[in-house]
């Protein structure tokens, strides 16, 4: 019965909205909605268009799976490069992920405890990494590395590195928001009861963390996956080539459906890293029954 | 703390050291010039003195990045307000729904989506022929052959999430309460909008003016992949430009230096006025 009231609500709602858009709060959801299909139709017309049967990314010829995996030279799964550049992007992402995220939550941990002369400052210059453009951080290291630090050269480590280095602030800056909404309490409550510092850490802040610390890998990783000025520009050769890259050299001069194929693999693999760390961070918040309040209080908005 | 000395703080003096050293007089390479006391300046001189004249080399690029940036980032905030807006105090039961599906591009590489608008902009991509189909065109227009405003709205479409995730974090933590005493005391909905909201999401307007378009200075990309001509290069594309050619590398790290100085004021200015705000907000 209620059910029926209220689809019945939600129909008439939807006709006053066609027939009177202006209305208000009505034209806010015009906006809303305009706005949802605005950013994501495009991406979803590019994904379609991975399963074009033809060569062209803007006619539709009919539904094939040739640019993934039937074609026998270029589809992602046979043309080497493509395959060598999936490889390269996750390779990249994974190791970010490892190296930063450990890096990060000791950071975030100590900037929580440290509140002498210095953590002030230390966190404004994490923060100024983290909105300084990101070709400024990329071109000074592709300096560092071609000129001074010639032993790390360009390549591989040298990408993993820069990712590293604009990584960090975002586990620093999750870590921390999650630090400042469960407070001192647990771990004085422990010590009281008679567990040493590194007891306390270990036994009940890290478990404490651990939604925070999934999330901020799950971030890491999908930002990384996709990062391309950094990788760009630390890059040596094409056999350090990423997605991105491989987006962008092949949009620039002759784009066919098997970058877009990469790029909707990729779509889906952050897509599924993300939701999968969404439902962890949901449970393991409620568990511990605190929301997510606190959190945003500290995000530097 | 090491890691940001080895390789945040290093990195910065080695621009110094390029900006402000010699060329090799063989291989025309950079050699840097680790002593400050040796610093040659003419290298940033030449820079500077090619950003400020109307006829330098990066004069026109210099300014074309300004207006872009400017008007990229005010159309971000035009669009990104109304929408934060509705999805903070309208979207009802739909919030989380709408909420992920706002938060699905920050995942999305921006090249994908670059991509998209390749596709859809081509002379037979979709829009041309729905704009055929409906008699407003004639003939295909060529959106991919360098106007500007292409590159604008391709620069507002990557970076508007940034715009709406400060204004919405603001607009979702404002008390219901206030603005309902507001209309209760007699306020019109206008005046409540501009005398109680607005007010108080100044500090997240500042944020996403910082977080979406100090970015857009070191983009290249956008312009080379939708407007891909002379006369839409901005100030990313001559620094990148510059590194594949050894004598243009100090002219380049020189670039980097007038960009950082350039934008140092806005993100310490946003940097003090959030760690202000962050500590009323605890007090």
Sequence with gaps: MSVKASTGASRRRLRDLITNPWARPRFLWVIGIAYVVWTLVPVLTAALFSFNSTRSISLWAGFSMRWYVSDPNESVLHDPDLRHAVLQSLKLATGAVLLSVPIGVGFGLALDKWRGRGSGSSNFVMLFSFITPELIIAVSLFLLFVNPFRFVGLGTTAQLLGLVLIAIPYAVIIVRARLLSLGPEYEEAAMDLGASPVQALRRITLPLLAPAIFASAAVIFAFTLDDFVMVKQLAKDGSNETVAMAIYGAARTAPSPAVNAIGTLMLLTSTLVIALAFVVFRRSARRSGTGLGAEREALPV | ?????????????????????????????????????????????????????????????????????????????????????????????????????????????????????????????????????????????????????????????????????????????????????????????????????????????????????????????????????????????????????????????????????????????????TTRAARERAA
């Design chain 2, 1 to 273: 703390m090491l890691y940001l000395l080895v390789l945040f703080l290093l990195p910065f003096y080695v621009i110094l050291s390029v900006t402000f050293g010699t060329l090799d007089p063989i291989f025309q390479s950079p050699v840097l010039v680790w002593n400050p006391l040796r610093w040659d300046t003419s290298i940033l001189s030449f820079t500077l003195s090619n950003l400020t004249h109307t006829d330098g080399i990066y004069y026109a690029a210099f300014l074309r990045t300004i207006a872009y940036v400017v008007g990229a980032t005010f159309v971000c905030l035009v669009i990104g307000y109304p929408f934060a807006y509705f999805l903070a105090r309208h979207a009802g039961r739909a919030k989380g729904l709408f909420l992920a599906l706002f938060l699905a591009p920050f995942w999305f590489s921006y090249m994908l989506r670059m991509l998209a608008w390749i596709g859809l902009l081509q002379d037979q991509g979709y829009v041309n022929r729905v704009l055929q189909d409906v008699g407003i065109l004639g003939a295909p227009y060529p959106f991919l052959s360098g106007k500007s405003w292409v590159l604008v709205t391709g620069l507002v479409y990557g970076y508007v999430p940034y715009m709406v995730l400060p204004l919405y974090a603001a607009l979702d933590r404002l008390p219901v309460a206030q603005l309902e005493a507001a209309r209760d005391l007699g306020a019109s909905p206008a005046r409540t909008f501009f005398r109680v909201t607005l007010p108080q999401t100044r500090q997240a307007i500042l944020a996403g003016v910082i977080i979406a378009g100090l970015p857009m200075f070191g983009d290249y990309y956008t312009q080379q992949l939708l407007a891909n001509t002379v006369g839409t290069r901005m100030i990313g594309n001559f620094i990148i430009d510059s590194l594949d050619v050894p004598i243009f590398v100090s002219r380049g790290s020189a670039l980097i230096l007038v960009l950082m100085a350039l934008l140092i004021v806005p993100i310490v200015y946003y940097l003090r006025s």
